[in-house]
């Protein structure tokens, strides 16, 4: 039998295809969840219209839900050329979820980051949750997630706020709107006739049910530091971890 506390979520972003999976997921263990986004798609669940950058839709939201923990996948689409919108949303509208959740007093928020937040052009082999952020971004859309991943890390423990943020690789899987369609596209579009490198490059991909399921083991962990858990993992893992 598990010993988590039930929490009620609000999934932001949760008509978008990570999104529906986390909130699938929740239905799937019973958890009681609603959606806050800028368009509707599914009707299964409770949804509050409504745009991150506007603090108090985020908290209307919050006080209608009841929720209790946030779980915020919002973003508009990589690859846009619009700097501006990404920074509008990612920095200013992940600052707004913070304010609002502080303003409400709801514990905690999970964010969805990018593996392209550590991206410095050359390879990244076998590099964990240390390695520094890139003093210049790949492109404005991680730039923008870089800074949210930032103000959403430095959020934490501070006004009975708990924080954790995820960095997933290119995610695949049933809903997919973009990355694997963005292939097949180039190729029925007859624009894959060269080739970059030897044919011996890798890419992390991320199946979206694990990435969903994640999301939820980060909620599930996620509450005020426990000196015993920590000085456990500092034995584990023989690494300098911050009591
Ligand atoms: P998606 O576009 O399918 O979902 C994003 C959702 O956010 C959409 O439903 C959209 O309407 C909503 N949204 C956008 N702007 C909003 C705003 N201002 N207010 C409220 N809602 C807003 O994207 P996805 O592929 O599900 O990505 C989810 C998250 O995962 C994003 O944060 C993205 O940066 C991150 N991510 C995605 C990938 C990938 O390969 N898809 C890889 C790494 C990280």
Not at 195 to 216: E, M, P
């Amino acid at each position: 039998m598990s010993s988590r506390t039930k929490d009620v979520y609000l999934v932001i972003g949760g008509s978008g295809f990570l999104g529906r999976h986390v909130v699938e997921a929740l239905l799937a263990r019973g958890d009681a969840v609603s959606v806050f986004d800028i368009v509707q798609r599914y009707h299964d669940v409770p949804f509050y219209m409504g745009d991150i950058s506007e603090e108090e839709q985020v908290a209307d939201a919050l006080r209608k839900s009841g929720a209790t923990c946030i779980i915020h996948t919002a973003s508009p689409l990589h690859g846009m050329d619009d700097p501006a919108l990404y920074w509008k949303v990612n920095v200013d509208g992940t600052q707004a979820v913070i304010n609002a959740a502080v303003a409400t007093g709801v514990p905690k928020l999970v964010y969805t980051s990018s593996a392209g937040v550590v991206f410095n052009g050359n390879d990244l082999i076998d590099v964990d949750e240390r390695i520094p952020q890139p003093e210049k971004a790949m492109d404005p859309y991680n730039e923008s997630k870089a800074k949210a991943e930032q103000i959403v890390l430095e959020a934490n423990g501070k006004g009975g706020l708990y924080t954790v943020a995820l960095r997933p690789a290119g995610i695949f899987g049933p809903g997919d709107r973009q990355l694997i369609t963005g292939l097949y596209q180039t190729w029925q579009r007859g624009q894959s006739h060269f080739q970059i490198g030897d044919n011996t490059n890798l890419f992390d991909w991320t199946y979206v049910g694990n990435c969903a399921y994640a999301h939820l083991l980060a909620a599930d962990k996620l509450g005020p530091p426990n000196p015993a858990e920590i000085a456990r993992l500092k034995e584990e893992l023989q690494v300098a971890l911050p009591s």
